[in-house]
């Protein structure tokens, strides 16, 4: 199965590479490296970042190993 990447999300939505590219104060060529990278190879901070960009949010639920569950972001 096919890993999704941020390019692919970014597709999906018809955003423009070029609205990310203002938002995240970068060029186009630096959204283009940054939706080659797998999203697992993205820090947090920026993955959270670019996901506002094409208009969603991130949001993280850890589960400790007694059953407990925090949220994040």
């Given amino acids: 199965m096919k ?3 941020l390019g692919d999300i970014r597709k999906q ?3 423009k590479q070029e609205v990310v590219a203002m938002a995240l104060s970068v ?3 630096g959204v283009s ?3 080659s990278k ?3 190879d993205v820090s947090l901070q920026r993955a959270a970042a ?3 960009a094409v208009g ?6 850890v589960t400790m ?3 407990a569950t925090l949220q994040v972001g």
């Fill in 65 to 67: 190993p007694d059953g």
């Fill in 33 to 35: 490296k940054l939706e």
């Fill in 56 to 61: 969603g949010n991130m949001k993280i639920e």
């Fill in 38 to 40: 797998r999203i697992q």
């Fill in 50 to 52: 670019y996901l506002a």
């Fill in 27 to 29: 060029t186009a060529s």
């Fill in 13 to 15: 939505h018809r955003v």
């Fill in 3 to 5: 890993e999704i990447t």
